[in-house]
């Protein structure tokens, strides 16, 4: 069920409403239901994958509180992550692994029959489950922060299972930690007239970002990435631009929308976005975007490589950021993407001392060094993201191959200025907000005015979202992750 869709505008409420007339005792299992219906409405079968992740860590994580050898403990743990890796693995990345094996075997002249091997499973009915990177990421750090002693487990199966599956953060996020997310579910929750009004008001700003920006811009990004031989020079450097700010956009409004239907249920989600496009190194940049999930890489996957595997900074960096790209997405076009941002997180770490040198001697302002910087990050993470907008390896190099050649000086593929300047104008005009209040205050902007200027504001939001929304029930961008 997608946020922005209709079936989502009667659900929400329902469940709301259903949430507050149920005395508190049955909460837990009303929105366990609410929430395995929400996923099931898209591919009911995938929910057994659900069922199996949150069974396989609910009783791993029992057993390991009740057992004293660290080697059995160690077990448990590795039979979750096997599990979860496991799902992630056969459903999302076996079909990439195994052609890239025949291509490697083929190269070195052998060949790999796979005739025998489709009778078992037919790589194209293997579906990409909704959500499994997230829903399995988040067990996952469950069984780990119990391996360490950070929680103690969660002893009823139901309310572990709603940790897992609740609805708002289910499919794309953010990644809730156990020791965060567990206690909300189960305090008990008054109405809260303020808590609620907040919650609908970032509702209504995800779908703005949704469906009057982020589509917006789409149409422009897929006229450039799907035909990057037609043009040359400005189309594209406008179009891979423009994508930035389309997946920026779409993501911060599907977490806007989580956040505020989880505050309409008493439950306070972690902001997944800080302003990243204003940053002035790369450092800053992967501390401001998909917080949650480079959280999570810096706890469970960086912080162990260096103190329990004895890797190096360097190795450490390159390695999660190899797995961070193929998080996203079983093509090397990922893995590149992420391979990029990691030497420029190298590169950074490496030069500092020689830049901090060189910004001593120098008599500029350090203003204009972090103009500079902003005007770096920005260009190379648009860059990067050329990679991760194309189908394929081919595909990306031709883009940027045509990017550089600037044989005219037109700029506007849609034939249509009002809509060209329309986007252009709603970026600076999103940017701006940010810039002011950030991605977790913007409701400050409205709730802080006088009650005729708040309804003021809200016919106009009503009157934009109607005149320029397009409805068009687009899928959320990280429902393919």
Same mark, same amino acid.
């Given at each position: 069920?997608?946020?922005? $869709?209709?079936?989502?505008?009667?659900?929400?409420?329902?469940?709301?409403?259903? @949430?507050?007339?149920?005395?508190?005792? /049955?909460?837990?299992?009303? #929105?366990?239901?609410?929430?395995?219906?929400?996923?099931?409405?898209? &591919?009911?079968?995938?929910?057994?994958?659900?069922?199996?992740?949150?069974?396989?860590?609910?009783?791993?994580?029992?057993?390991?509180?009740?057992?004293?050898?660290?080697?059995?403990?160690? #077990?448990? #743990?590795?039979?979750?992550?096997?599990?979860?890796?496991?799902?992630? +693995?056969?459903?999302?990345?076996?079909?990439?692994?195994?052609?890239?094996?025949?291509?490697?075997?083929?190269?070195?002249?052998?060949?790999?029959?796979?005739?025998?091997?489709?009778?078992?499973?037919?790589?194209?009915?293997? *579906?990409?489950?909704?959500?499994?990177?997230?829903?399995?990421?988040?067990?996952?750090?469950? $069984?780990?922060?119990?391996?360490?002693?950070?929680?103690?487990?969660?002893?009823?199966?139901?309310?572990?299972?709603?940790?897992?599956?609740?609805?708002?953060?289910?499919?794309?996020?953010?990644? &809730?930690?156990?020791?965060?997310?567990?206690?909300?579910?189960?305090?008990?929750?008054? +109405?809260?007239?303020? &808590? %609620?009004?907040?919650?609908?008001?970032?509702?209504?700003?995800?779908?703005?970002?949704?469906?009057?920006?982020?589509?917006? #811009?789409?149409?422009?990004?897929?006229?450039?990435?799907?035909?990057?031989?037609?043009?040359?020079?400005?189309?594209?450097?406008?179009?891979?631009?423009?994508?930035?700010?389309?997946?920026? /956009?779409?993501?911060?409004? /599907?977490?806007?929308?989580?956040?505020?239907?989880?505050?309409?249920?008493?439950?306070?989600?972690?902001?997944?976005?800080?302003?990243?496009?204003?940053?002035?190194?790369?450092?800053? @940049?992967?501390?401001?975007?998909?917080?949650?999930?480079?959280?999570?890489?810096?706890?469970?996957?960086?912080?162990?490589?260096?103190?329990?595997?004895? @890797?190096?900074? *360097?190795?450490?960096?390159?390695?999660?950021?190899?797995?961070?790209?193929?998080?996203?997405?079983?093509?090397?076009?990922?893995? %590149?993407?992420?391979?990029?941002?990691?030497?420029?997180?190298? *590169?950074?770490?490496?030069?500092?001392?020689?830049?901090?040198?060189?910004?001593?001697?120098?008599?500029?302002?350090?203003?204009? @060094? $972090?103009?500079?910087?902003?005007?770096?990050? +920005?260009?190379?993470?648009?860059? $990067?993201?050329?990679?991760?907008?194309?189908?394929?390896?081919?595909?990306?190099?031709?883009?940027?191959?045509?990017?550089?050649?600037?044989?005219?000086?037109?700029?506007?593929?849609?034939?249509?200025?009002? &809509?060209?300047?329309?986007?252009?104008?709603?970026?600076?005009?999103?940017?701006? %907000?940010?810039?002011?209040?950030?991605?977790?205050?913007?409701?400050?902007?409205?709730?802080?005015?006088?009650?005729?200027?708040?309804?003021? %504001? /809200?016919?106009?939001?009503?009157?934009?979202?109607?005149?320029?929304? *397009?409805?068009?029930?687009?899928? +959320?961008?990280?429902?393919?992750?």
């Amino acid at each position: 069920m997608l946020f922005n $869709s209709f079936e989502f505008l009667i659900f929400c409420p329902l469940v709301v409403i259903g @949430f507050y007339c149920l005395p508190h005792k /049955y909460r837990w299992l009303w #929105l366990l239901l609410a929430s395995y219906y929400f996923y099931m409405a898209s &591919e009911p079968s995938l929910v057994i994958l659900l069922l199996v992740s949150t069974s396989v860590d609910y009783l791993c994580g029992l057993k390991m509180a009740t057992v004293t050898s660290r080697k059995s403990k160690k #077990l448990l #743990l590795a039979l979750s992550v096997s599990v979860n890796v496991g799902l992630l +693995f056969v459903f999302k990345y076996l079909k990439f692994f195994t052609l890239n094996i025949k291509e490697l075997l083929f190269f070195f002249g052998l060949e790999m029959d796979t005739s025998s091997a489709s009778t078992g499973y037919n790589f194209a009915e293997i *579906l990409l489950p909704v959500g499994i990177s997230f829903y399995t990421f988040q067990t996952m750090a469950y $069984s780990i922060q119990i391996y360490r002693g950070d929680i103690q487990p969660e002893k009823h199966f139901g309310k572990f299972a709603l940790y897992v599956a609740f609805f708002p953060q289910l499919v794309a996020g953010p990644i &809730e930690r156990a020791s965060r997310l567990i206690p909300q579910l189960k305090k008990k929750v008054y +109405f809260n007239y303020k &808590e %609620i009004r907040k919650g609908i008001f970032y509702m209504a700003w995800g779908l703005f970002l949704k469906i009057v920006v982020a589509d917006r #811009l789409g149409i422009y990004v897929d006229l450039a990435f799907n035909d990057p031989e037609y043009y040359q020079g400005p189309p594209l450097i406008l179009g891979h631009w423009f994508f930035g700010f389309q997946i920026y /956009y779409d993501f911060a409004a /599907y977490t806007a929308i989580a956040i505020g239907v989880a505050k309409t249920l008493g439950v306070d989600l972690i902001q997944n976005f800080n302003r990243p496009f204003f940053s002035k190194s790369a450092d800053e @940049f992967w501390r401001r975007w998909h917080i949650s999930l480079m959280q999570w890489m810096r706890d469970y996957l960086y912080r162990p490589l260096i103190k329990d595997f004895k @890797f190096n900074r *360097l190795s450490a960096v390159l390695l999660v950021f190899f797995i961070t790209g193929l998080w996203h997405g079983a093509n090397w076009t990922f893995i %590149i993407w992420g391979m990029l941002n990691a030497l420029l997180l190298i *590169l950074e770490v490496a030069t500092k001392p020689i830049r901090k040198k060189i910004i001593q001697k120098l008599s500029f302002p350090k203003r204009l @060094f $972090s103009i500079m910087g902003f005007g770096f990050i +920005f260009t190379y993470i648009m860059f $990067s993201l050329i990679f991760f907008r194309s189908p394929s390896l081919s595909h990306a190099i031709l883009y940027i191959k045509n990017l550089f050649k600037i044989n005219a000086l037109q700029i506007n593929i849609l034939d249509n200025y009002f &809509e060209m300047a329309l986007s252009i104008f709603l970026i600076l005009f999103v940017q701006t %907000i940010h810039y002011l209040k950030g991605n977790s205050r913007i409701h400050e902007l409205v709730f802080k005015r006088s009650a005729p200027m708040r309804w003021a %504001i /809200y016919i106009c939001f009503i009157f934009v979202v109607v005149l320029f929304g *397009l409805n068009r029930q687009n899928t +959320f961008i990280y429902f393919q992750f």
